[in-house]
């Protein structure tokens, strides 16, 4: 979250300058600006950078952010990131490591594994080379789903067999393989058979390095546009006979 206030850099500075435009005037064309600014760096500004920062990055991340707008009494906009979601991770849980840097929050994915019996406590369930992604990078939903419906509980602490038909099949089970734990996938029979990892299992939980200047974005954006935006409100105003 970044709040853009009357004292925010130059936006202070900006309004301080406008001797031609009456005192009364300026709450009101102030707060139209603070918001409209506030919408540029949630709607253009800071998506863009996501677009730079990251790789592919979905819709769903591109529009997790939102602005609160500003009154004439509180004179500050927010940007901020939605902290629920109907379905699916809340954009807050994915989005602060990459600004604030540090590990990565545990999935509900790995949640389910770990209900289920198949992750040990400080595990984490990362992805092998060969897993299936979409077009973000992502392993899909519904394969996360079809993995989850497909082991069956485990008995002994010991390999799991798939126990339903489908994408996956009898062939996919959960369990150790030399020194490496996972979810394996078995396709074939006798010499023709191979197995193939589709998630590794790590005690070393993912670490993300800090990648979105979301503040350093956003008061850049308040730098490069709050003027432009409170001369067109007070324009606007007066249009209106507001002024």
Aim: proline letters at 6%; hydrophobic letters at 40%; charged letters at 25%.
């Amino acid at each position: 979250m970044l709040t853009i206030r009357k004292t925010t850099g130059s936006v202070a500075e900006v309004i301080a300058s406008m001797r031609d435009i009456p005192a009364r005037v300026v709450p009101y064309a102030a707060s139209t600006a603070l918001t409209r600014t506030a919408q540029i760096a949630a709607k253009k500004d800071l998506p863009d950078a996501m677009r730079a920062a990251f790789m592919n990055p979905t819709p769903y991340t591109l529009n997790s952010l939102f602005v609160q707008p500003s009154t004439t009494a509180t004179l500050s906009a927010r940007v901020m990131v939605k902290d629920t979601a109907s379905r699916g991770v809340v954009p807050e849980k994915f989005l602060l490591p990459e600004v604030a840097g540090g590990g990565r929050n545990e999935k509900g994915f790995e949640k389910a594994l770990r209900y289920g019996g198949w992750l040990k406590s400080g595990e984490r369930a990362i992805p092998a080379d060969d897993m299936p992604r979409d077009a973000y990078g992502n392993v899909s939903g519904p394969t996360i789903r079809s993995i989850l419906a497909t082991l069956e509980k485990p008995r002994g602490g010991g390999a799991t067999k798939g126990r339903r038909k489908g994408r996956y099949g009898a062939g996919l089970f959960a369990g150790q393989i030399g020194k490496t734990r996972g979810i394996w996938q078995r396709d074939g029979a006798g010499k023709t058979r191979t197995i193939k990892p589709l998630f590794i299992f790590t005690s070393a939980a993912p670490q993300y390095r800090a990648r979105l200047d979301f503040e350093g974005i956003a008061l850049k954006c308040a730098n490069a546009n709050f003027e432009t935006e409170f001369r067109r409100a007070f324009e606007d105003m007066r249009a209106k006979g507001k002024s």
